[in-house]
Nanobody, 120 residues
């Protein structure tokens, strides 16, 4: 199974920025889905942003214009640039990648989560 390691979370004041990174432990031959999700206390996990193998992006309405998802295929890394952060963005953020390894084994992996806290 491919392990995903996230970093970049932390405490920031409202209006500030953070950049989350998610690195896959193994080389990936094919990506079917790549995205960032978040889950606040007592809430369901929700999709924040996704990017397809063709580079098409999709964002939750609540983050459009503020967050940007991108990826570096050579580094097996997906990023989430978060600008103009709001207190309601406070949550655990999880990356998700679905695809195939270089051995063509299918995988569906989640990161361990990184906490983002936005103070007012």
């Amino acid at each position: 199974q491919v392990q995903l390691v996230e970093s970049g979370g932390g405490l920031v004041q409202a209006g500030g920025s953070l950049r989350l990174s998610c690195v896959a432990s193994s080389r990936i031959s094919r990506i079917n889905a790549m995205g960032w999700y978040r889950q606040g206390p007592g809430e369901q996990r929700e999709l924040v942003a996704s990017i397809t193998s063709a580079g098409t992006t999709n964002y939750a309405d609540s983050v459009k214009g503020r967050f940007t998802i991108s990826r570096d295929n050579a580094e097996n890394t997906v990023y989430l640039q978060m600008n103009s952060l709001k207190p309601e963005d406070t949550a655990g953020y999880y990356c998700h990648i679905q695809g195939r390894t270089m051995a063509l084994r299918a995988f569906d992996s989640w990161g361990q989560g990184t906490q983002v806290t936005v103070s007012s």
